[in-house]
């Protein structure tokens, strides 16, 4: 060896992991290996590989070792489809089915719901003789009712003065506002007075106005087709913080909705069993008496799983706030995933609020509450949230354990551009901790997010246990892209090698970060070439 202490490496010790240890690294002894592969045909490929790890460290019973020669096959059923068989260590056999897709190829072509209406100049209606006062007609509320939900977007409120129509909007459908605006302005083109010449349009979420768009019939009219009409429009649309809610009218409140739907719910990483999962069918009800008010709940029934059959207790000298897991998963059945009350409000222009009592969450029920600045088109927001929450029983119905706690956060976002957002929260966890959380996400144009996060607390790597500290992955898969048609609706999944107790947050729905983001300025102007879709 040129350098002697490369000569010995580091006993691997009991560590706990999660850390880097680049002691190890190009230390001890070394040893020959490689492989060769030769691509047969145009779906065949074979493999033969040399190793000559002697794997001393494993226990003999995982498999026996007779060969250091190991060989494999793949072959491609279809374009990200393999299938492949291999043979290691002259004693194990395998075979393994392979599916890969490309964020970038959706599985479905997008573009499949109906196309919108045309816009309607204002001296084509005067060529065709339609009366130029259609708005002041009777019914005229309950024809924009119609006429936008037929485009899935529901009608909030509603009041024309001077020359000027302003209209709150739900988006219901489309998992880009920008295509929701587009529509609305749209309809508003064939049903809206000639007076009128301006569209101001309010996107809504929970009872709040979060952002105002006043765009001009007259470029509606003449952009439409222009070639460059997406950069035209959104270059003329004056984008503002709205002043004030309208009055909604009486077929808005109250308002009732119920679902009934298949779930999926996966566990992965299990050392007896890496992959579980639990399928099912689950029932979602909510409720909206008034503006602003939310009251929601679900019950879920399992229907074919192995997620009870996990054995492993948690060995965790913290408060097991997270780490009992698998007991929640074995004596539930069915259970209650949330039951709550919420209230949504704007105190102030650029400044947002919730709160939340009841069933927050599989483990978790108490009083949540959250304020949230953020001043429209600002990369920048900042937050806190409080909550005191008591732990739930393991069958997840109405009972409660002991263990109660109060946490919170103090959060500041940054959309960093290019699709990528920042988050970081400072505060105290459900195991008393305290500490901060940093998460990267990159949303990507056709809806998916890819995200990272870690979080460190005052709670010693020893006393953590195996990982040393919480972290992972989390992917979020929008189910328009699975199937070509409208739809808001996004399959999201966190992915951790270990769940353990410290660094755990309650999980609270309906949080605002993630409610308003999508309806202010940079999301819209990123989304803004589905305005004429």
Known sequence: MFISKLETRPPPGGGLGGTV???????????????????????????????????????????????????????????????????????????????????????????????????????????????????????????????????????HGLTLSGDSARVEI???????????????ARVLSRLMPARIETFVIVPITGGMPVSQLAIRR????????????????????????????????????????????????????????????????????????????????????????????????????????????????????????HLIAARYFKPGRDVYGRVTVGYLEKMYGGISGELLWMPNGSPFALGIEANYVRQRDFDQLLGFRSYEVATGHVSAYWDIGNGFHAQLDAGRYLAGDWGATLTVDREFNNGWKIGAFATLTDVPYSTFGEGSFDKGLRISIPISWLTGEPNKTAYSTTIRSVLRDGGARVDVGGRLYERVRPLQEPALQDGWGKFWR
């Open 21 to 155: 240890r680049s002691a190890s690294w190009f230390r001890g002894d070394a040893a020959l290996f490689g492989g060769v592969e030769w691509q047969a045909t145009d779906r065949l490929k074979l493999t033969a590989e040399y190793s000559s790890d002697a794997y001393p460290i494993e226990s003999p019973s995982a498999f026996s070792r007779d060969s250091q020669l190991n060989l494999g096959a793949s072959y491609k059923l279809r374009p990200g489809i393999d299938l492949s068989v291999r043979y290691l260590y002259g004693t194990e056999f395998g075979v393994q089915l392979t599916a890969a897709l490309n964020p970038k190829e959706p599985a479905n072509p997008s573009g499949r719901e109906p196309a919108p209406p045309p816009v309607l100049a204002r001296a084509s209606a005067a060529a065709l003789s339609w009366p130029a006062s259609i708005g002041e007609r009777d019914g005229f509320r309950a024809r924009v009712t119609e006429a936008l939900s037929e485009q899935g977007i529901r009608l």
């Open 170 to 184: 739900e988006n219901t459908a489309y998992p880009l506002e920008a295509q929701a605006i587009g529509r609305t």
């Open 218 to 337: 007259s470029d509606m009219e003449t952009l439409e087709h222009d070639l460059d009409g997406s950069w035209k429009s959104f270059a003329r649309a004056r984008i503002s913080s709205p002043e004030g809610l309208t009055m909604p009218g009486p077929e808005r409140y109250p308002r009732f909705d119920w679902r009934l739907k298949p779930y999926l719910a996966p566990s992965l990483f299990d050392p007896d069993n890496p992959v579980r999962a639990d399928f099912g069918a689950e029932l979602t009800a909510g409720f909206e008496p008034a503006p602003g008010w939310e009251i929601a709940g679900g019950i879920r029934k399992r229907l074919v799983g192995n997620l009870a059959d996990a054995t492993r207790r948690s060995d965790s000298v913290l408060p097991h706030v997270r780490s009992d897991f698998n007991l929640y998963d074995e004596q539930g059945d069915p259970v209650i995933t």
